[in-house]
T-cell receptor, first 114, second 114 residues
Framework: ETGVTQTPRHLVMGMTNKKSLKCEQH?????MYWYKQSAKKPLELMFV???????ENNSVPSRFSPECPNSSHLFLHLHTLQPEDSALYLC?????????????FGDGTRLSIL | AQSVTQLDSHVSVSEGTPVLLRCNYS??????LFWYVQHPNKGLQLLLKYTSAATLVKGINGFEAEFKKSETSFHLTKPSAHMSDAAEYFCVVSDMSNNNDMRFGAGTRLTVKP
């Protein structure tokens, strides 16, 4: 049990579908993050939320839409994705979004775009 | 902006022999440095962190790392490898620049032979 739970673990969708990834943390943290992990590439930070407010969007295409209704839950809404969006999507949380605070990761959602 | 280079994409050792995973960083400020491990189909787990305290940092599972400012290095070591250590290892740097974001290295895959 990592304290950060992601669902679903695997998702296969067509390019015209709409789906959502869910992340929940049970650690009492105030910052949450979405990362994209592609083969042969370093981890890419997508979004940062601090106390439910989005504090960072790293030039992510609009077909990815995050939502943070409270400090414990984070969603990533997906629509009209492209094949290159196939990757492992990792959610993380930390006490606050300060660099020396370690982040705790979920096990990820493996996304495959047909 | 900060950056991190993991010098080896793949390291192979025999069970019971020492492990050395190399990491060099670049930072204009006092950095925080981390090592994470990722087992197959799992998220990233924090092994250890350096945040300007003792330069020799001990982590979980017998791993340790030494911060060497003069060499801008933060190599990860373990005296004796176990089969269960086989995984992907990520060196991470964070500092005041770039919104305190964590910058991940490309990863080093550790293989442990019986």
């Amino acid at each position: 049990e990592t304290g950060v739970t992601q669902t679903p673990r695997h998702l296969v969708m067509g390019m015209t579908n709409k789906k959502s990834l869910k992340c929940e943390q049970h650690l009492g943290h105030n910052a949450m993050y979405w990362y994209k992990q592609s083969a042969k590439k370093p981890l890419e930070l997508m979004f940062v939320y601090n106390f439910k407010e989005q504090t960072e969007n790293n030039s992510v295409p609009s077909r990815f839409s995050p939502e943070c209704p409270n400090s414990s839950h984070l969603f990533l809404h997906l629509h009209t994705l492209q094949p290159e969006d196939s990757a492992l999507y990792l959610c993380a949380s930390s006490q606050v979004s300060v660099g020396h605070q370690p982040q705790h990761f979920g096990d990820g959602t493996r996304l495959s775009i047909l | 902006a900060q950056s991190v280079t993991q010098l080896d994409s793949h390291v192979s050792v025999s069970e019971g022999t020492p492990v050395l995973l190399r990491c060099n960083y670049s930072s204009s400020y006092s950095p925080s440095l981390f090592w994470y491990v990722q087992h197959p189909n799992k998220g990233l787990q924090l092994l250890l962190k350096y945040t300007s305290a003792a330069t020799l940092v001990k982590g979980i599972n017998g791993f340790e790392a030494e911060f060497k400012k003069s060499e801008t290095s933060f190599h990860l070591t373990k005296p004796s490898a176990h089969m269960s250590d086989a995984a992907e290892y990520f060196c991470v740097v964070s500092d005041m620049s770039n919104n305190n974001d964590m910058r991940f290295g490309a990863g080093t895959r550790l293989t442990v032979k019986p």
